[in-house]
C-alpha cells in the first residue's frame, strides 16, 4: 500500500511564526502537488514540484522536493491569519496514475 | 487557466430522493475526473475515477449503483447519488486533470458541493 504521510495534523500558531510542514513516503514520486483548502471550498493548486532538490517559493511560502523525490516540505515564513487552513500534499508515484493525497494539516494563525 | 466549476453548491433533499450533481472544465478539457468525498476536518477520500467515454472506476467500498458517475464529454462529468439516506450527507468535491497520464498530475477542483440529506 502506498501511503504518505503528512505531518504535523494540526499546527495552532501565532501570527508571525514560522512553520514547516512534511510529507513522506518510501516511494519515488514522479511529481508532488501542494494544495491549500480553506472551509468550505475546493483545494486550490498552489505548486507542483517535479525535479529532486527542487525549491520553488511563492511569497511567503516556500516548497522543497527532496533529492531522492520521496519527500517534501512546505515553510511559511512570517504565518498571517490569512494562511489558515487544511495544506495538502498530494504525490502521483513513478509508473503510476493515480494521485496520493496526505491527510491533510490544519493550520491556524491567531492574530 | 484551469478553473472547474460545480453545481449545485449546496443542496438539500429530502431521504430517498436523488442528487445529481455537475462538475465542469470551463476552459479546458479534461479526459479524466475524479470525485472526492470530504468529512469535516478530514482529507479528501477518493470515491470515483471518471474517464470520458468509458465506466467510471470506483474505489473499494463505494457503491457504483449507488453512485452513478457520467462521463459523457471532456468538459462534463456529473455524480448521481441515488436513493440518498442521511449517511450520504457529505461535502463532496470534483476534480479534473489537464492532459494525459504521465504528465504531472496536476488536478484542479471543484468548488464542491455540500449535501444534506434530511
Known amino acids: 500500500t502506498q501511503l504518505l504521510e503528512q505531518s504535523p495534523q494540526f499546527l495552532s500558531i501565532q501570527e508571525g511564526e514560522n512553520l514547516t510542514v512534511y510529507c513522506n513516503s518510501s516511494s519515488v514520486f514522479s511529481s508532488l502537488q501542494w494544495y491549500r483548502q480553506e472551509p468550505g471550498e475546493g483545494p486550490v493548486l498552489l505548486v507542483t514540484v517535479v525535479t529532486g532538490g527542487e525549491v520553488k517559493k511563492l511569497k511567503r511560502l516556500t516548497f522543497q522536493f527532496g533529492d531522492a523525490r520521496k519527500d517534501s516540505s512546505l515553510h511559511i515564513t512570517a504565518a498571517q491569519p490569512g494562511d489558515t487552513g487544511l495544506y495538502l500534499c498530494a504525490g502521483a508515484y513513478t509508473g503510476g496514475f493515480k494521485t496520493i493525497f496526505g491527510a491533510g494539516t490544519r493550520l491556524f494563525v491567531k492574530a | 487557466g484551469a478553473v472547474v466549476s460545480q453545481h449545485p453548491s449546496r443542496v438539500i433533499c429530502k431521504s430517498g430522493t436523488s442528487v445529481k450533481i455537475e462538475c465542469r472544465s470551463l476552459?479546458?478539457?479534461?479526459?479524466?475526473m475524479f470525485w472526492y468525498r470530504q468529512f469535516p476536518k478530514q482529507s479528501l477520500m477518493l470515491m470515483a475515477t471518471?474517464?470520458?467515454?468509458?465506466?467510471?472506476?470506483?474505489e473499494q467500498g463505494v457503491e457504483k449503483d449507488k453512485f452513478l458517475i457520467n462521463h459523457a464529454s471532456l468538459t462534463l462529468s456529473t455524480l448521481t447519488v441515488t436513493s440518498a439516506h442521511p449517511e450520504d450527507s457529505s461535502f463532496y468535491i470534483c476534480?479534473?486533470?489537464?492532459?494525459?497520464?504521465?504528465?504531472?498530475?496536476?488536478?484542479?477542483f471543484g468548488p464542491g458541493t455540500r449535501l444534506t440529506v434530511l
Open positions: 471518471s474517464n470520458e467515454g468509458s465506466k467510471a472506476t470506483y
Open positions: 476552459d479546458f478539457q479534461a479526459t479524466t
Open positions: 476534480s479534473a486533470r489537464k492532459g494525459l497520464a504521465g504528465g504531472y498530475n496536476e488536478q484542479f
